[in-house]
């Protein structure tokens, strides 16, 4: 089996993945080790063919090791792919599509498809829970008037207006992770489903003087807030709202200075990014490449939204 830690830097990556007879049989070893399963029935009963690919006794399908992985049907070389997913995996403020085509040498288009193919592989679980202390905020992403024209900036978009701005909310355990998310607007009626569903039942939540965390109470969690309003961010020494800032903080400074803008189809996309490195941020590179390599074998994305 590959030894991934062995992954130190993108020299050592091109230099094990040489060929791609190697690419194509690490994608064996670790999606299948020595028993390879047919992606089509789930059966055993398979074997390899002369070129290379493999036949399934059971079905009678032939496929690859690439059949039901992201790198299904590429014309791309799987070398390129293992360096742009080391590349994603090792920056800590992600990288942009021209840097994939620079590194990689391929067209700007096809790097920005590597990208959200890769993207696809973040998607946070419905199955993960909040406990503990928790802290929740809002942000909005977009609309900045400053350097508008005065004949094309929009009336009232200050504050928590979504009239030009996208609205995000997030919640993270303290010591813990971070689940954000896209939503419609930041409305009680919308959030607080959101809160029921992934923090457990009598937590303790840190918010800011917000109207919308109001009914956090009566849906039986422990509700102490700071009022940033009047300049008050921390109370007693640990009621803030330091953490989920904290992580506001990252978001922007990766939306800003590597992504400079990003597309409300596919926000998602990149919180969700943004998420997983904040998740994994005690994660070394070549752990986070090993993670993410695994992803990639066994993620079948079925159809291109984008």
């Known amino acids: 089996m590959i030894d ?58 032939n496929f690859s090791c690439t059949t039901g992985t992201i790198f299904q049907n590429t014309k791309l070389p799987l070398q390129k792919w293992f360096i742009a997913m080391y590349l994603i995996s090792s920056h800590k403020k992600g990288v942009s599509s021209l840097q994939i085509m620079r590194d990689c040498e391929v067209t700007q288009k096809t790097a920005w498809f590597m990208l959200h193919k890769v993207r696809g ?24 008037e400053t350097n508008k024209h005065e004949s094309k900036k929009t009336e009232g978009t200050q504050g928590r207006s979504t009239k030009t701005k996208t609205p995000i909310f997030g919640m993270i355990q303290r010591g813990g992770n971070v689940i954000a998310m896209k939503v419609d607007n930041t409305q009680g009626a919308t959030l607080m489903p959101i809160v029921s569903q992934f923090v457990e039942s009598g937590a303790v939540t840190y918010t800011d003087e917000a109207s919308i965390y109001n009914r956090l109470t009566e849906k039986g969690y422990d509700h102490l807030f700071v009022n940033h309003g009047k300049r008050e961010y921390v109370r ?71």
């Open 4 to 61: 991934f830690t062995h992954f130190k830097s993108v020299i050592s990556v091109v230099n094990h993945f040489n060929n791609e007879d190697v690419c194509k049989q690490t994608l064996v070893e670790v999606r299948w080790g020595d028993d390879v399963v047919c992606p089509h029935c789930g059966q055993h009963h398979c074997v390899r063919r002369t070129d290379g690919r493999f036949r399934c006794n059971h079905c009678k399908h």
């Open 236 to 306: 007693a020494k640990d009621i803030h709202t330091n953490g989920i800032e904290g992580f506001w903080a990252h978001f922007k400074r990766v939306v800003f200075s590597t992504y400079h803008c990003v597309s409300k189809d596919y926000l998602q996309r990149y919180i969700d990014e943004q998420v997983y490195r904040w998740n994994t941020r005690k994660w070394s590179a070549t752990l986070r490449f090993e993670d993410m390599f695994k992803k990639a074998c066994k993620v079948f994305v079925k159809s291109c939204d984008f």
């Open 121 to 144: 592989l973040y998607g946070q679980s419905d199955e993960k829970s909040l406990t503990g202390t928790v802290e929740m905020d809002e942000m909005y992403l977009g609309g900045r």
